[in-house]
């Protein structure tokens, strides 16, 4: 069965770079969630979109911006970036009814 | 306030006995409850959910949960553990009364360690 993809899945950028994180939900799924897990720690949830409206809001600094688009693949966009978001970025996603969350394989950034 | 404690940061069982992994919740309203399992740098796999109905859950690669009310626990057990087992294990629930809020609230995970 189809999974959820991500994109890429390593990512290297230096102090104050931007970078994109890209998101393809399983086929007809909706729903968006966007995670941040640093090394050790649960994942932290920063962000949802269903329907391609932001339906909820977590702990996503204001450096960071996202939106799901019509094919419903989501991108998560990260400014100035710091030492501190290296962190392993997960996406997941669902089908509407449907409250399991399906994750992705992650993308690990590092900041240097 | 919603929350999810795994009072064990680890977990060690030798292969071929029964493991547990607890899970305790916090919500206001009707818990849906999680688990979900992570190999060492993979995504999380999604193992079994409570919504309602009975209260033992059977899930993907032989676990099970029991969903217990009035201790307000969902903790994950196997009859019989495998090596292959060894993981990361996290417990999470979101509030039935959340409406609009999806999303979901996590414990800080428990690291099991199956020894052959």
């Known amino acids: 069965a189809a999974g959820v993809i991500q994109s890429p899945r390593h990512l290297i950028k230096e102090k104050r770079e931007t970078a994109t994180l890209k998101c393809y939900p399983i086929?007809?799924?909706?729903?968006v969630y966007w995670y941040q897990q640093g090394p050790g720690q649960d994942p932290q949830f920063l962000i949802s979109?269903?329907?391609?409206?932001?339906?909820d809001k977590g702990s996503i600094p204001d450096r960071f911006s996202a939106q799901q688009f019509s094919d419903y693949h989501s991108e998560l966009n990260m400014s100035s970036l710091e030492l501190g978001d290296s962190a392993l970025y997960f996406c997941?996603?669902?089908?509407?009814?449907?409250?399991?969350?399906?994750f992705g394989p992650g993308t690990r950034l590092t900041v240097t | 306030a919603q929350s999810v404690a795994q009072p064990e940061d680890q977990v060690n069982v030798a292969e071929g006995n029964p493991l547990t992994v607890k899970c305790t919740y916090s919500?206001?309203?009707?818990?849906?409850l999680f688990w979900y399992v992570q190999y060492p740098n993979r995504g999380l796999q999604f193992l079994l959910k409570?919504?309602?109905?009975d209260n033992l859950v059977k899930g993907s690669y032989g676990f099970e949960a029991e969903f217990n009310k009035s201790q307000t626990s969902f903790h994950l057990k196997k009859p019989s553990a495998l090596v292959s087992d060894s993981a990361l294990y996290f417990c999470?629930?979101?509030?039935?009364?959340?409406?609009?809020?999806?999303?979901?609230?996590w414990g800080l995970g428990t690291s099991l360690a199956v020894n052959p």
């Open positions: 997941a996603s669902s089908l509407g009814g449907d409250i399991v969350e399906y």
């Open positions: 086929p007809r799924h909706d729903t």
């Open positions: 979109f269903y329907e391609k409206m932001q339906s």
């Open positions: 919500v206001s309203g009707n818990p849906y």
């Open positions: 409570y919504i309602t109905g």
């Open positions: 999470a629930v979101r509030d039935e009364n959340a409406g609009n809020n999806r999303k979901l609230i």
